[in-house]
């Protein structure tokens, strides 16, 4: 693939005097997709959090970022979409004051020929990202959860564990099979729809 040409992280340069960044190459492109909408629920969030509300909950897509405690002094309920079934849920996460991010392949996608195409490409392969269906990364403080939602989706099951629980977040990740796997914070904490997949 042609595009592949262009896809390349080291050749992103940002100067922090001048408040730039540069692409090397002609040609490409820079798609903040994959982290925008987190920092847009983090700084609305902030927003709230000045104008003195001490209880309340952003949502921008996928990402949610929750202040202090529901006003009944609960823990907020996040659900997280069942990939496979638009109407369900796959699990209920009950969350104080933090960032909550999903990526998944059941968004953005179309089927061709029995084979899923979503908008998670693998930078090494420039093809949809393969194995994982949904990564749900939850973090209590100020974390880029939506980025290591999406790299996570990338590395696979196990490598996207290893690389979440390094990172020092809670994650819920589902394979394409409906296989659940959770970072060992959350094992008991989290009301999983265990019917059948999909």
């Known amino acids: ?3 592949l040409a262009l896809t390349d992280w080291r050749a992103l340069r940002a100067d922090g005097v001048q408040g730039t960044l540069c692409l090397e190459r002609p040609g490409m492109q820079l798609d903040l997709g994959g982290i925008a909408k987190g920092y847009a629920a983090e700084r609305g969030r902030e927003v709230l959090r000045q104008m003195g509300i001490r209880s309340g909950l952003v949502q921008v897509g996928g990402s949610v970022a929750t202040l202090g405690l529901r006003p009944d002094g609960q823990r907020w309920a996040v659900a997280i979409q069942h990939p496979r079934r638009d109407d369900e849920f796959l699990a209920i996460l009950h969350v104080g004051e933090g960032l909550v991010d999903t990526a998944g392949d059941y968004q953005r996608f179309f089927v061709h020929e029995e084979r899923r195409y979503h908008h998670i490409l693998d930078p090494v392969t420039g093809s949809p990202a393969r194995g994982v269906s949904s990564v749900t990364v939850l973090a209590g403080g100020s974390a880029p959860v939506d980025a290591l939602a999406t790299a996570a989706l990338v590395m ?26 959770l970072t060992p914070d959350l094992v008991g904490h989290v009301e999983i729809n265990q019917e059948a997949w999909p």
């Open 1 to 3: 693939m042609a595009a």
């Open 156 to 181: 696979g099951m196990q490598e996207g564990a290893d690389f979440l629980v390094r990172q020092g977040v809670s994650a819920v990740l589902v394979n394409d099979s409906g296989e659940v796997v």
